[in-house]
T-cell receptor, first 117, second 111 residues
Framework: DTEVTQTPKHLVMGMTNKKSLKCEQHMGHRAMYWYKQKAKKPPELMFVYSYEKLSINESVPSRFSPECPNSSLLNLHLHALQPEDSALYLC????????????????FGPGTRLTVT | QKEVEQDPGPLSVPEGAIVSLNCTYS??????FMWYRQYSRKGPELLMY????GNKEDGRFTAQVDKSSKYISLFIRDSQPSDSATYLCAVLSGSARQLTFGSGTQLTVLP
């Protein structure tokens, strides 16, 4: 099973709202990622968690706050977003130490389509 | 110079054609290469994963890596309308195994 699940599928929020995106995987992956994707552009890396610790923050504004409660779950907390933050938010996961097959395949979830009004 | 450059397309071919999608990369240290397919409004789906140089085949898809020229390709044989999607090449780097993507090529296979 190579499934990464994300909830919700769609989210509309106002600029003063607080909301959270959730991501889950059960592949035993110890690296989890958040990406942001605008229309007709490739995904852009936002955050990386390695062994449940934040290892990379690609200079993301503080209105985005990631959290990794355990090795299977990844959250992205949203607060005071701007309309330009509207995008598809993608979660992904992979092995860090090459897994049993020695591979680092990275699997993506279906994404949360976020609209900020 | 971008780390990964991809032929932008869009590309339109008739059903049954052989499709060639291409990327170049700048850092000779890259060793892991991936191709993703992304349908409109969906998440990227991993198609092919290649380590180092050489070819890898999976059904109608062949991924090719030429490390001497820093060139990666995806070939689709007997293309089908269901192959219509955006194809993204990506390279893996860093201790956190992060991906850097090409800009994507939008492919349309006409019935």
């Amino acid at each position: 099973d190579t499934e990464v699940t994300q909830t919700p599928k769609h989210l509309v929020m106002g600029m003063t709202n607080k909301k959270s995106l959730k991501c889950e995987q059960h592949m035993g992956h110890r690296a989890m990622y958040w990406y942001k994707q605008k229309a007709k552009k490739p995904p852009e890396l936002m955050f990386v968690y390695s062994y449940e610790k934040l290892s990379i923050n690609e200079s993301v504004p503080s209105r985005f706050s990631p959290e990794c409660p355990n090795s299977s779950l990844l959250n992205l907390h949203l607060h005071a977003l701007q309309p330009e933050d509207s995008a598809l938010y993608l979660c992904a996961s992979s092995h860090l130490a090459g897994g049993l097959s020695g591979s680092y395949e990275q699997y993506f979830g279906p994404g949360t389509r976020l609209t900020v009004t | 110079q971008k780390e990964v450059e991809q032929d932008p397309g869009p590309l339109s071919v008739p059903e049954g054609a052989i499709v060639s999608l291409n990327c170049t990369y700048s850092n000779s240290a890259f060793q892991y290469f991936m191709w993703y397919r992304q349908y409109s409004r969906k998440g990227p789906e991993l198609l092919m994963y290649t380590y180092s140089s050489g070819n890898k085949e999976d059904g109608r898809f062949t991924a090719q890596v030429d490390k001497s020229s820093k060139y990666i390709s995806l070939f689709i044989r007997d293309s089908q309308p269901s192959d219509s999607a955006t194809y993204l090449c990506a390279v893996l780097s860093g201790s956190a195994r992060q991906l850097t993507f090409g800009s994507g090529t939008q492919l349309t296979v006409l019935p």
